[in-house]
């Protein structure tokens, strides 16, 4: 503009814009006019600029896609397919504003207990003493009438639950024997009944029965209630073996064995916490015996046990160690059970140190555990326990779905590795074909061999600089990190424990577990805290762009959902805490896969449509004012009024935007779930790119040009104004951009047609009321030019030239380079079969 004021300087008394004195004649004539000299017309020129093209600042775009956000949500909300009749629990969305990168998804770290199962436990098997039990579990109407005379006689009460029991292991607790065995099998019960935190409640049942020896008028119900599953299932199975919890207080426990109610003091609790991984309890008995009674993982209490034990307690903990193994290939939780007296001097001692701890103000936590380290040491075993939680329905074709569709599915569970190794074949997570890699050293050098051979058996090179050596091949299929020299090869798995993740994500050894993780098909980490959760999860986040979800359902597990991208949590029995934390929250694991494939694909679709038509509407009106600019000689004048401008984004195309952002779908969810590999689109960004970006604007380039083009040539030489130029390119700009959005509609249905051509006519309409105010400068042009057919052919060659562009490119690319929604839709519209699909090489557009 400067240099162009600056080679006109001398005519600009002739311009209308720029003109230095007054040339009409008066008593003005020939004074000086608003002219301030070139530098000032420049700077006045830039800040009205400003003021003509803050159009293009994309604020609208902003609350558009809030509005859409909102209605994406409502219609998750209200997806009956994602209703958990079970906990009568419907989906939550608890965050609006990442409902696209629920389609970009490409790793997924799932928790086992509660999420993967129904954390539903239920009592299985029993090594008491070195012998195992449980193999052929009775209900009650099932064992044989002496056992269950027994264990019912003098009994007032019933469970709530029926449990399943082992008659063999029954007859033992009711044998009027004496013994190790018969004493071993007393305390592993009594441990079952007194360490945990559950409480009992009872209700009166109201039930009467009457026979010939027999008249009971009140039978009491009891139910218990704790913090875990795991908890009330060893209380209800110690119950069902004839060791009742009656009630519980904060000094003391009374528990009914075999029909005598003993009464036992506790004198202290240490719950269960991460680091521990157990709890113990000290209790005093009725005969002023004080002993501790433990129970946590195995190996966290096997570590813990009296090292100088004769060869009796050697037989007994290598058979409990090798039923731990056995309960664990099959899939079941263990616990280990054990117990100790205490001295007078060990309980005063750890009594004072009890209370000191507990009543800290600094550090409670860590005095607490070095107080339970006084007492928790020289145990005797007792037992294990070995519990089942049964896989959540629809958890395989879930989890298949999700790795058909390449997005990677990690387990990280508290669990025994065998325990963990169980649950991932049963869950088709691992297949029997695949070769594992199984890393669990006990320290960082040992952890640094493991990872060497691992990489070896992967065929990767090593690095002492972690991923040098790997090429990021963003178009490849599985969009993965891959070696140069990698062949296709027997799947592989990896299993990591919790006990080498503290030396790997603590020391330099993170880019070599990433390495081998990212080329492994699947990772199961087994014996993970809290917070190794979490570093594994920011293992991927830190060093790819990939999108992570982690979903759980505990509270061991909200660092790992804070951590991820997107957080989803299972409305399940171990609190709120993951539904507090999360993004999203679900009753069950199998709705993940429609979250992803459907709603996810579907929102990221509309939403990266959405972006570049909102930088296309905008762009077009404001390109179309700069061409008039240019054409002005950069005198910023607008024909357009300013009612024109704002209505522009405020009515005339803001709601078709928002109808399309929210109810448009490019295919049905049955072709999204039938097809998961379609939901690959997302994490490739084929829905919003540089390169569709740069098109698009050179559409909007094109389409500008000829709005303005178009009647400037058509009326050049005539005498309408500005304004009737103005008020045609209103109407034209309106139309075209509708229309263009309409080309682009993939489902069309009665609020979508209402939104786009109801549109067009509130434009026409208001250009109609503005034109009607006798105060506005376009006062009464429309009446004039709606009157001549040259008027409406203008705007329909406008139409026609301006998205021919737009739609030869659809047609083409759609003909000789099909995407996989595209053909999709066709064997959607044509009801193809699957061999339509199938046919399709492999090397396609995927």
Known sequence: MGVWLARYENQLDYLPYYRKRYLTPGKDYGKRYKFYGIPMEIFFSFLSSIIVFQIMIPISLYITMELVRIGQSYFMIGDRHMYDSSSNSRFQCRSLNINEDLGQIRYVFSDKTGTLTENKMEFQRASVNGKNYGGSLLTADQLPEENVSGATDHRRWKLKSTIAVDSELLELLHKDIVGDERIVAHEFFLTLAACNTVVPIRTLDGF??????????????????????????????????????????????????????????????????????????????????????????????????????????????????????????????????????????????????????????TDRAAKLRQTAALIECDLNLLGATAIEDKLQEGVPEAIESLRQAGIKVWVLTGDKQETAISIGLSCKLLAPDMEQIIINGNSENECRKLLADAKAKCGLKPSNKGSQYLTCNKNAEMNRLESPERKEEVPVSLIIDGNSLVYILEKELESELFDIATYCKVVICCRVAPLQ?????????????????????????????????????????????????????????????????????????????????????????????????????????????????????????????????????????????????IYGVGYRHEAYNKRLFWVTMADTLWQSLVLFGIPVIVYKGSTVDIWSIGNLWTVAVVIIVNVHLAMDVRRWVSITHIAVWGSVIVAFACVVVLDSIPIFPNYGTIYHLAKSPTYWLTIFLTIVIGLLPHFLFKLVHRHFWPSDIQIAREAEILRRGPDYWVSKPAGGSS
């Not at 209630?225 to 519980?248: C, H, K």
């Not at 993982?297 to 813990?304: C, F, G, M, R």
């Not at 993940?592 to 990266?608: A, D, F």
């Not at 054409?631 to 607008?638: D, E, G």
Request: aromatic share 10%; with cysteine; charged share 20%.
């Open 208 to 361: 009467s029965s009457c026979t010939d020896s027999q008249f009971f008028e009140d039978i009491e119900t009891i139910d218990y209630q704790g913090e875990s599953p795991d908890e009330q299932a060893l209380v209800a199975a110690a119950s069902a073996y004839g060791y009742t919890l009656f009630e519980r207080t904060s000094g003391h426990i009374v528990i009914d064995v075999n029909g005598e109610k003993l009464r036992f003091g506790v004198l202290g609790m240490h719950e269960f916490d991460s680091v521990r991984k157990r709890m113990s309890v000290v209790i005093r008995f009725p005969n002023d015996a004080v002993k501790v009674l433990v129970k946590g993982a195995d190996t966290s209490v096997l570590s813990i046990l009296a090292k100088d034990s004769g060869m009796d307690d050697c037989a007994r903990r290598a058979a409990t160690q090798s039923h731990l193994t056995e309960y664990s290939s099959q899939g079941l939780r263990t616990l280990v059970i054990a117990a100790r007296d205490l001295t007078e001097e060990e309980l005063e001692l750890w009594q004072c140190r009890f209370d000191d701890a507990s009543t800290s103000l």
């Open 533 to 677: 959760k979490a570093g594994v999860v920011d293992l991927i986040k830190s060093r790819t762009d990939d999108m992570t979800l982690a979903i759980g359902d505990g509270a061991n597990d909200v660092s790992m959902i804070q951590m991820a991208d997107v957080g989803v949590g299972i409305c399940g029995q171990e609190g709120r805490q993951a539904v507090m934390a999360s993004d999203f929250a679900m009753g069950q694991f199998q709705f993940l896969k429609r979250l992803l494939l459907v709603h996810g694909h579907w929102n990221y679709q509309r939403m990266g449509y959405l972006v570049l038509y909102n930088f296309y509407r905008n762009a077009v009106f404001v390109l179309m004012l700069f061409w008039y600019i240019l054409f002005t000689a950069f005198s910023t004048t607008s024909a357009l009024t300013d009612w024109s401008s704002v209505l522009y984004s405020v009515i005339y195309t803001s709601v078709p935007t928002i109808v399309v952002g929210i109810l448009d779908k490019d295919l049905s969810h049955q072709t999204l779930l039938q097809y998961p590999k």
